[in-house]
T-cell receptor
Framework: AQKITQTQPGMFVQEKEAVTLDCTYD???????LFWYKQPSSGEMIFLIY??????QNATEGRYSLNFQKARKSANLVISASQLGDSAMYFC??????????FGTGTSLTVIP | DVKVTQSSRYLVKRTGEKVFLECVQD?????MFWYRQDPGLGLRLIYF???????EKGDIPEGYSVSREKKERFSLILESASTNQTSMYLC???????????FGSGTRLTVV
């Protein structure tokens, strides 16, 4: 069975500080992908970053990086230098072989001025 | 850029009505999906389709049906809307392989 867990319903961070959003997953498939999406209050889901299970290095996209610890089955999102526009819901998702994504329950991030 | 368009951002319907939620994508993606999103539950898969006229049940198909007569269009149908179907509905599409989803902007449905 596939499972993905986000244990932080809500997080607060000071503007310009870094923040880590936690994500753990469970799959028996050796090949899989891990994704992070951002959902602002407007509702659209925005792709942020992708990590493949065989990727040797942690993924980075601008201010976003993915702290991938395969043995611990964790894929935490790190946002550096937080901005007010980073306030949103953040979803971690697992893509095992096949076609279906599995999403976590999300973390609501609030950036404080 | 791939675009996924959902026909309505906000919808209010009465209990018992038949409701159609439309989703259109413009990049010839094979796969299309319907999710509902509820606070504390994340996104849950209702139905998906990997080809025209093909459909597969997701995790919560009860009370819903779908239609895919053309590759670019995937419709979600609530045969008889109920108040527990009040939710945010998200459509997504993707190519095969390692690509992620491209999502539509969502439809907030309220059933009264």
């Amino acid at each position: 069975a596939q499972k993905i867990t986000q244990t932080q319903p809500g997080m607060f961070v000071q503007e310009k500080e870094a923040v880590t959003l936690d994500c753990t997953y469970d799959t028996s498939d050796p090949s899989y992908g891990l994704f992070w999406y951002k959902q602002p209050s407007s509702g659209e889901m925005i792709f942020l970053i992708y990590q493949g299970s065989y990727d040797q290095q942690n993924a980075t996209e601008g201010r976003y990086s993915l702290n991938f610890q395969k043995a611990r089955k964790s894929a935490n999102l790190v946002i550096s230098a937080s901005q007010l526009g980073d306030s949103a819901m953040y979803f971690c998702a697992l893509l095992p072989p096949g076609n279906q994504f599995y999403f976590g329950t999300g973390t609501s991030l609030t950036v404080i001025p | 850029d791939v675009k996924v368009t959902q026909s309505s951002r906000y919808l209010v319907k009465r209990t018992g009505e038949k409701v159609f939620l439309e989703c259109v994508q413009d990049m010839d993606h094979e796969n299309m999906f319907w999710y509902r999103q509820d606070p504390g539950l994340g996104l849950r898969l209702i139905y998906f389709s990997y080809d025209v006229k093909m459909k597969e049940k997701g995790d919560i198909p009860e009370g819903y049906s779908v239609s895919r007569e053309k590759k670019e269009r995937f419709s979600l149908i609530l045969e008889s809307a109920s108040t527990n179907q009040t939710s945010m509905y998200l459509c997504a599409s993707r190519w095969w392989g390692r690509d992620g989803y491209t999502f539509g902007s969502g439809t907030r449905l309220t059933v009264v």
